[in-house]
Nanobody
Framework: QLQLVESGGGLVQPGGSLRLSCAASGVISDYYAIGWFRQAPGKEREGVSCISSSGRRTNYADSVKGRFTISRDNAKNTVYLQMNSLKPEDTAIYYC??????????????????WGRGTQVTVSS
């Protein structure tokens, strides 16, 4: 059973940066696609970014393109989400999820069978 732990959230001013980490309890390189999702108060959870199991394919929600970057460090079994130029509307709980069955970079939540507990990101002055 793969376990995922997110970290790196916090309070940041608009325009600031944070780097979220998703640490996996097992080997994820070449096996697991990883997705980042977020849920703001009163809103449904939405896909933010994802990376395929091979690492060759990434995708971003339109709202974060050009500001967020996903990457993976296979040696550390960790996936990162670098978030720059943060806006108040980025405030949410951020979750990472892993999929081994398909290995695809997708925002379809049903593809992911392992989820972390989330980390809070608050963007406010």
């Amino acid at each position: 059973q793969l376990q995922l732990v997110e970290s790196g959230g916090g309070l940041v001013q608009p325009g600031g940066s944070l780097r979220l980490s998703c640490a996996a309890s097992g080997v994820i390189s070449d096996y697991y696609a990883i997705g980042w999702f977020r849920q703001a108060p009163g809103k449904e959870r939405e896909g933010v970014s994802c990376i395929s199991s091979s690492g060759r394919r990434t995708n971003y929600a339109d709202s974060v393109k050009g500001r967020f970057t996903i990457s993976r460090d296979n040696a550390k079994n960790t996936v990162y989400l670098q978030m720059n130029s943060l806006k108040p509307e980025d405030t949410a709980i951020y979750y990472c999820a892993a999929d081994r069955r398909f290995g695809l970079c997708t925002f379809s939540e049903g593809h992911y069978n392992y989820w972390g507990r989330g980390t809070q990101v608050t963007v406010s002055s």
